[in-house]
């Protein structure tokens, strides 16, 4: 049985973003039923889009996406810097095959504009996006990743793909020439699962970019009473990996207190902020 299907009268929408200018959601919600907050999830919900957690994780697709880029993007293509894929959903659902063919032929679609597109995945980037008709070097390709147990991913990300896939995926595609980046969001605190930073920074130390939050939206966090310590240490040793290894680091907003990070870091590789 296929996806259930939307028709949308607008595909292109401006984020207010100051990286990426424009955005899209092919489908509506994500089979990736991250059991963390999901914000994506609670706003579509406090809208009324969706009704409940079972309704979110079987994700409808936009049946009409190409047909409204090919009626938007001559209209917009010379205004847009960037189109970010996605804030509201994932463009590479770990197995399910519509969306992510719906992902390259938009991907496709936009190439043939010059149309740059950042992408996000919980899922496995496909091995098409290096051949020569999907091929773009502006573009940039990343992968949401907090931690790298098997067991924590079965209980907050139960339907993503695994955490090795995901990375040798991604890896494939910097071999490839392609600017790739992690968004370790939402980092999780040691009340939640206690992890090593650096053997998880060493794990993805071939990426271009690196973006750092913390886990908000739940009282797991607030309830660790050392979280405001925690997250200013887990920030400096991102800061400081990203130094060593020439990688810019994006510190995103709320994370720490900007007065804290003050490892002599290049002002062009360490940002802070509201990132993503």
């Avoid at 509506?28 to 907050?37: D, K, Q």
Wanted: proline share 4%; hydrophobic share 35%; charged share 25%.
């Amino acid at each position: 049985m296929g996806l259930r299907t939307i028709t949308r009268k607008t595909l292109l929408y401006k984020s207010g973003v100051e990286y990426a200018d424009y955005a899209l959601n092919h489908a509506e919600g994500c089979a990736h039923g991250c059991t963390y907050p999901c914000y994506a999830m609670m706003m579509k919900k406090r809208c009324g889009v969706v009704s409940s957690y079972e309704d979110w994780v079987q994700p409808k697709i936009v049946e009409n996406a190409l047909e409204l880029l090919d009626k938007e993007l001559p209209r917009l293509k010379n205004k847009i810097k960037q189109v970010f894929m996605c804030f509201a959903t994932d463009p590479f659902m770990y197995r399910v095959e519509e969306i992510n063919q719906l992902t390259l032929q938009i991907l496709q679609r936009l190439n043939k504009d010059k149309v740059k597109a950042i992408l996000i995945t919980k899922g496995v980037y496909s091995d098409q996006l290096v051949d020569t008709q999907l091929y773009n070097e502006r573009n940039e390709y990343g992968i949401s990743l907090v931690s790298l147990s098997e067991a924590f991913r079965e209980k907050y990300e139960p339907f993503s793909a695994p955490y090795k896939k995901r990375i040798e995926a991604l890896k494939k595609l910097h071999d490839a020439g392609l600017k790739t980046w992690v968004s370790i969001e939402p980092y999780p605190t040691p009340n939640i699962i206690r992890q090593d930073i650096q053997e998880f920074l060493e794990s993805i130390s071939f990426v271009d970019k690196i973006v750092f939050g913390k886990w908000n939206y739940s009282r797991l966090t607030t309830a660790y009473i050392h979280n405001k310590e925690f997250y200013n240490s887990m920030a400096y040793e991102v800061a400081s990996f990203c130094e060593r290894r020439v990688i810019k680091v994006h510190i995103k907003e709320g994370t720490i207190s900007p007065l804290y990070l003050s490892t002599g870091q290049s002002a062009e590789r360490v940002t802070l902020g509201n990132y993503m």
